[in-house]
């Protein structure tokens, strides 16, 4: 039997260690990485909801749209959006010949200030 609590709370913790490292990373202008650990950061949220919700573990996938839509967690247009975005960004992680474009300074600011929202708002679902 799969311990729920015990798998919410690996998947939420997870979010919140990321959250600070992407915010070390973006600080250090290291903004390839820090994207990716924002994606990270959200991936790990949406599957806390994901065990809460199914009460079993997370599939091993790293697409946030299924994910979501799976367990029905609805966002607005902009949200939708910036998962899209986010996901750009997980690959860089996974295979080294993709390299997208990174965009400038006030932009990755920006998407780890939605970020941390969107972090904060998963995290009321839970």
Known sequence: MVDIKKQIDYWINGAEDDIITAGLLIREKRNLHGLFFCYLVIEKAIKACYVKKIEDVAPRTHNLIYLSENIGLIFDEDTQIFLG????????????????????????????SKTKDLLQWIKLKL
């Open 85 to 112: 975005i986010l996901m750009k960004y997980q690959l860089q992680g996974r295979y080294p010949d993709y390299s997208p474009h990174l965009p400038d300074q006030k932009r990755v600011n920006e998407y780890f």
